[in-house]
């Protein structure tokens, strides 16, 4: 189902208010203090609004707070608040101001329940890679990994795919030594705390991999450099590549911690492109893909490099197959169903025997959804259809309210029957998900 990019919670909280006959909504037209309100369009006299809640939007510091009227002069058209507000109401702050009987935050929790309800119809959908986004750790088949753990965010997958094929340069195999000559202080040919070689033991394709091992030595800013045939990688947007680490301490690595870089001068002495490599299991070899910052200017790229920008202790990386990618060429096919599984404890994909002769060393993609986020602050939007949050929270009030005290609850029944039969119109417009697999 897609994400209803619509109303905000102090909207659908308003929408909600406006079914039950229950809020006013306006704006400060004068001056007033810490526990006033002025307001020139109110009516009615003096006392006429005590009891009532007030939500109030304080524009300049962009906060949202609650209160409750405990005075109101007609004469200045002033409401009188208690507890105070933070900071004093100026004009045009805006308000609500909602009968006693429905709290504001009991109607934004019926707005949650009623995301809640809709959790297992409704999903945000969620697509790994997410190929809008940077930079990103995808899954890929290797010919021989069956267990891949579910990256966060996915409470169910609908289906998996795998890159057939995509438009690519290879920048830099790492088949030989980043030994770039030349007159940087820092580069693995002159630096003595980084040692620069091939490794034909460890790696991820082809032939072998470049291996960096840093001494305690080794300082933020040390780079490793290559020269490479000039390409005009322009026409591309993303960098894609293998990368492994192994510390001494065992410890996991931070985003940005080794970053990628690309030039068109030896060396990379001023990078066209410096781009974080993602946080790092240790001892885990991880498929990366970065968006370029600045295709149009790669129009010459002559060294690649390797950054080291954070104090890592004694460690050692390899790298392997750096490539540059035309997002938009890729290919896609299917995975069948038969073919994976969910191990819900592990929460771990399981992938069968015959999947590698049909994937075989391809980036995969999840295609799948998260349980919809609730409403935590006014400026969130909702993820499911928002006509459906409106009806059902406006359900749930009246009914909450029918056996209160100075209220009719035989109307006040009847409309929490007609909103709840809105609400499960609603519902069913709601996509009907096939074959979905839950995660959790």
């Known amino acids: 189902m897609a994400i209803v990019q619509g109303r905000t919670r102090a909207q659908l909280r308003q929408s909600v208010g406006y079914n039950l006959g229950a809020v006013y909504v306006s704006s400060a037209s004068g001056t007033g203090s810490t526990t006033t309100i002025v307001d020139n369009t109110l009516t009615g006299g003096d006392d006429n609004y005590i009891g009532k809640w007030v ?9 949202v707070e609650v209160s409750r009227v405990s005075d109101y002069t007609a004469s200045s058209t002033t409401l009188t608040v208690s507890p105070a507000f933070a900071n004093a109401s100026v004009a045009n702050d805006t308000y609500e101001l909602w009968d006693d009987i429905y709290q504001p935050a009991r109607v934004e929790d019926l707005m949650n329940q009623s995301i809640l309800d809709a959790t297992g119809h409704a999903y945000d959908p969620v697509e790994i890679p997410n190929m809008s986004s940077s930079p990103h750790t995808g899954l890929h088949s290797d010919g021989k990994t069956q267990r891949f753990d579910i990256p966060s965010g996915l409470s169910m997958i609908q289906n998996i795919y795998y890159r057939t094929s995509v ?6 195999a790492c088949n030989a030594v980043f030994d770039e000559s030349g007159t940087s202080t820092s580069s693995a040919s ?29 300082s933020a800013g040390d780079v490793s450099t290559d020269k490479i045939t000039s390409k005009d990688i322009s026409e591309y947007d993303y960098l894609e590549g293998w990368i492994k680490i192994t510390r001494s301490s065992e410890a996991a690595t931070s985003a940005g911690n080794l970053k990628i ?6 060396n990379c002495a001023s990078p066209l492109e410096t781009l974080d490599v993602p946080a790092l299991t240790d001892d885990t070899w991880t498929f990366f893909r970065v968006k370029l910052a600045n295709p149009e200017s790669d129009t010459a790229i002559i060294s690649v490099g390797l950054e080291y920008t954070a104090d890592l202790g004694a460690c050692t990386v390899w790298l392997d197959d750096i490539s540059v990618v035309k997002n938009d060429s890729a290919q896609w096919v299917k995975t069948p169903r038969n073919l994976w599984k969910i191990d819900k404890q592990e929460k771990d994909i399981i992938f069968d025997n015959y999947f590698h002769g049909t994937a075989r060393y391809n980036l995969l993609k999840i295609v799948g959804g998260d349980k919809p986020a609730l409403l935590t602050a006014d400026t969130d939007t909702s993820e499911i259809d928002e006509q459906y949050i409106i009806a059902r929270a406006t359900a749930l009030a009246f009914a909450s ?33 096939t074959d979905v697999r839950l995660v959790e």
């Open 261 to 266: 870089l690309l030039d068109d001068t030896a």
């Open 190 to 218: 002159t630096n003595a705390n980084i040692e620069a070689s091939v490794d034909t033991k460890i790696k991820k394709q082809g032939t072998a991999s470049n291996k960096f091992v840093y001494a305690v030595g080794a």
């Open 401 to 433: 309210a029918s056996g209160g005290p100075n209220t009719d609850p035989d109307n006040k029944n009847n409309m929490a029957g007609f909103w709840m039969g809105m609400s499960q119109q609603a519902k069913r417009q709601i996509p009907i998900l």
């Open 167 to 172: 438009d690519f340069t290879r920048l830099h």
């Open 55 to 63: 939500v109030f939007n304080d524009v300049s510091a962009s906060t």
